[in-house]
């Protein structure tokens, strides 16, 4: 589905950044757009940055359940720095998956922006999941039926060779000094 990315550029807090970026709103069904002003008001602009396609995947039902479980069911927008455009970001990856955004937050390298689902697509994800899902069933793991130490317990791995006594004590053991 496509999904439009509505950015907000504030301007900065400190000295050192000029603008504020944050990701406030998502679009689904929206056409193609590159940096269309959306608003203007007091310093603050709204743009439609981008517009990306938001793909599910049958394997990532689990993960979609669980984003649509929280408070409030949340889309995430990967953002990363970029020269080559005259807004200092680009618009990545849309994500319905909470555990793919950990995934792109976790290197560091990219911004992850948590916007809140629309009604349309809060239902669209759940309908995809709830029909991909499938439940792992729990398998008890069983141990190896091979006893390594039927032959003589106590004594040591039977696995390993002993040239010596086992019992003895390590403090007999004669040691060879250098000196």
Partial sequence: MPVGVVLRRAPGVTQWAKYA?????????AAEANWQLVREQDGVTDFHAATLSL????????????????EVPCVYVVLRDSDATEHSLEVTLVTASPYEAQDYADTGEEI????????GLIAWVRDFALEHHHEERFKKRRRDKTDIGAVEDGIGDARISQLADVYRSPVKAKKERLQ
Avoid at 21 to 28: E, T
């Fill in 55 to 70: 793909e599910l995947h049958g394997s990532d039902a689990e993960s979609y359940l669980h984003g649509l479980s929280a």
């Fill in 112 to 119: 992850i922006e948590k916007v809140p689902m629309p009604d």
């Fill in 21 to 29: 970026w944050k990701a406030i709103a998502v679009l689904p069904g």
